[in-house]
Nanobody, 126 residues
Framework: VQLVESGGGSVQTGGSLRLSCDAS????????MAWFRQAPGKEREGVAS???????TYADSVKGRFTISVDNANNTLYLEMNTLKPEDTALYYC?????????????????????WGQGTQVTVSS
């Protein structure tokens, strides 16, 4: 499994970005994937998670602004980010849990995730 993020960049407050994660080699009926972020000097935090039936969960700080989605045909995970704020500035990571043959609820606990990408930088200026 290889996860490769793209789509990061620099935007002004109120702007939008869409992050992509190419998940080659990850093919699961009950997939479980997520976006995390880490700002300088801060711990990594979960942003959004999605599982195989489309159930999602979001951090309170991004609810109503970010949307996580999956293109199953192309094995790609997305994070649509709108109304960006300076506090959204961070390195954003894509992550995936080991495949399973049963439903698992989405989670923002990083310890649950086996596979990680290298990250893509998002910078929001005021």
């Amino acid at each position: 499994v290889q996860l490769v993020e793209s789509g990061g960049g620099s935007v002004q407050t109120g702007g939008s970005l869409r992050l992509s994660c190419d998940a080659s080699g990850y093919s699961c009926r009950w997939y479980s994937m997520a976006w995390f972020r880490q700002a300088p000097g801060k711990e990594r935090e979960g942003v959004a998670s999605v599982v195989g039936d489309g159930t999602t969960t979001y951090a309170d700080s991004v609810k109503g602004r970010f949307t996580i989605s999956v293109d199953n045909a192309n094995n790609t995970l997305y994070l649509e980010m709108n109304t960006l704020k300076p506090e959204d500035t961070a390195l954003y990571y894509c992550a995936a849990r080991l495949c399973a043959n049963y439903y698992r609820a989405p989670t923002l606990r990083s310890a649950e995730y086996r596979y990680w990408g290298q990250g893509t930088q998002v910078t929001v200026s005021s």
